[in-house]
């Protein structure tokens, strides 16, 4: 009852809470599928170099969000604020989506490549033709784990000072009002799972038909 | 930045927050290890199939949900304190485990297994000499992920009284005090890594050198 | 024509040449094979001709022309070009995979889908069923015969395969070879053509080229490297049968020698008189027709001297004893041990014209052998 009745209340709240951290969730995505996208397509060139990128970001990724947060804000060029919101989510980005690129690139079979090449496909040809429709599977899965990473983890942000959907729990939690705490809790949760749903079946029809059939 | 809060949160906060945030992980990927291993045996069987499916879609759908919710769902539930904590956090370490778990009996070649069975082993023998063996380092890979897991949503645990590292970083954040919060987010930072490295390198270990990948 | 001219590949960090100092030409409209034990540069060698590898000095001519000054997409455009591992793409059906090429060509629809169906049942695939269906629904066999497909789909003059056949069953290999040889009596690509195996190198090859350790160590037609192995790694490269293994560049015409004398059905009794004074020791026995039964040697008519029943089951004993001229000679010296037979009667067509005993096969290798 009173989870219907915070809603009911902070409505205008709710909305304008979700809508700082769709857009945080939208530029941290849509920066990080801009650096690391090509950062991965770049790696698979180079198997030295692909090792010691995936090592560091393998590294970051462990780093616990709240520390990531707190370690930023005490570099004064980040401090509180966006800046350094979007630099740990797009960090936090670079392993799933490094990994994913260079895996779904790898995967291929190097002999399709091969026969490809031989038949005098250019380089660009090849990758649009082939590499991307064979390697999308596993690149939209690193996608997907990256949106709804970055859903869950721009929430904590909200202790360097972002107002989005975090705040109504860290609020809850220092006034103990449950019916705030939990709303935010179940509002991200609900966010997460269907942003995870979604791109689940788009995942699935993503599969070219080719790779679903067998003899 | 002054000295004299670095000492303070050093040598007076961090051994006990440490101390705490250990006992938390330690104690919450026991449990998980020893509710998903079985767990993951049991869905892996052949008979058990469909409901293995359910299971990891249910597990997945708990996995997304941010671990800051859970802790914030939590609360209301389980009270304030250590345990709820552990119960939270338990949730979604089960997931990445299970899954190894599956994926690793599942990927043992079904030749090496009938082989087995066509020495006379029996199906118990064959679970424990063959599949687990073969499956171990996979197996630890989810340990793993869920390890490094458990470290980073234990700092969100302070918030619900559990203590650990994350009570030096919020309070760091809280009172303006940047020694604490670096200090709590360094040792943070640090145990996930090596606890991730050392993992990693049983992980290599315990895979039979004809089985490594490079 | 193909031609290499001092060619030399150096991988870095390698002491050894992948290939050292090549010179070879392959000529036009024929099936040049490269052959060697793995890792003899062969595959390499391959490569370079449609510059999938660079070679580190050295020129790849094909028609007098420096392959270096075409772009090199453009050049292997112009070369059909198999591997053992086909690589067709998964993604694309039967009938998209084999129109790549002539997509890049840019050739109009109705031509690449005409180009298409043509080249489906010119490899003797089911058109209706292959057509729509993805590589992962064909066999082995069937997959290898679409890349072959799509190699020729734009009728390149020139052909490189390297190890076409090598991973499929050795029942669906014998098909590819023989169908690829029938293809390439009408076709008369220049094919460089890699395996390993040396006896699909002298079943495929018009001439064949053995290497080792980046070195050509031999360069001629089959017959001549069979005849004349140049050294010691060549003739244990052949190994030990290689002189039965030369039976099989030999049809039985080839080894056969005239018949002397042919006897009717009603003359048996004079047959061993007959056989003295043509000073032959084998007759053919034909009935009234002219039909040849089989046939008597000189000592069985001797041993069997007036014995009517004797001799006509002697005679039959042997009707199975024919082969036709365009018999491979192995064939025909596997009948001659398996019917525990003297001599062969060769046929062409229904008529006898001529005959083969061991004597002939062993003079034939010895002739050609040239010793």
Known sequence: ?215 | MSWENFRVAIFDKAPDALFVHATIVLVTIMIAILISIPLGVFLSRPKYKRFGLITLNLLNILQAIPGIAVIALALPILGLGMKPAVVALLFQSLLPIVRNTIAGLMGVSPDVKEAAGGMGMSQRRILFEVEIPLAMPIILSGIRTATVYVVSIGTLAALIGAGGLGNLIIGGLSLFRPEYLLVGAGLGAIMAISLDRLLSYLEYRITPPGMRVE | MIELEKITKKYPGQAVPAVDQLTLSMPEGEICVLVGPSGCGKSTILRMINRMIEPTTGVVKINGHDVTNTDSDQLRMGIGYVIQQIGLLPHRTIAENIAIVPRLYKWPKEKIKKRVEELIVMMGLDLEKTWGKYPSQLSGGQMQRVGVARAMAVDPPIMLMDEPFGAVDPIARTHLQDELLRLQKEIKKTIVFVTHDINEAIKMGDRIAIFDAGKLVQFGTPEEILTHPVNEFVENFIGHDRVVKKLNLYQVEDAMHPVQCVVRENEWQNVAQTLKDAGTEVAFVSDQAGKVLGHITLSDALELGGDVEGFKKRVLETKKAFVQSTTPLPDALSLLLEYNSDFLGILRGEKLCGMLSFKDIRNHVYKKEGE
């Open chain 1, 1 to 215: 009852m009173s989870l219907i009745n915070f809603f009911s209340k902070n409505t205008e709240t709710i909305i304008e809470y979700s809508g700082n951290h769709f857009t945080l969730v939208l530029w941290a995505v849509g920066i990080s599928l801009l650096i690391w996208v090509p950062t991965g397509l770049l790696l698979t060139k180079s198997d030295k170099w692909a090792a010691r990128v995936l090592a560091l970001a393998n590294t970051i990724f462990c780093i616990p969000s709240l520390s990531m947060f707190a370690i930023l804000v005490t570099i004064p060029t980040f401090g509180l604020g966006r800046k350094s919101a979007l630099f740990a989510l797009v960090l936090y980005a670079m392993m799933p989506l490094i990994r994913s690129v260079y895996d779904g690139v790898k995967n291929v079979d190097r002999n399709v490549i091969e026969a490809a090449k031989g038949m005098g496909m250019s380089t660009g040809r090849i990758l649009r033709e082939i590499l991307v429709p064979l390697g999308i599977p596993i690149i939209f899965a690193g996608f997907r784990i990256t949106v709804v990473m970055t859903t869950g983890i721009a929430a904590i942000a909200t202790y360097i000072g972002e107002r989005n959907l975090g705040r109504f729990i860290s609020e809850g939690l220092v006034r103990s009002n449950t019916p705030m705490m939990v709303t935010g809790a179940l509002i991200i949760s609900v966010i997460a799972i269907g942003l995870d749903t979604l791109l689940g079946l788009i995942e699935k029809r993503i599969v070219p038909k080719g790779l679903r059939v067998t003899r």
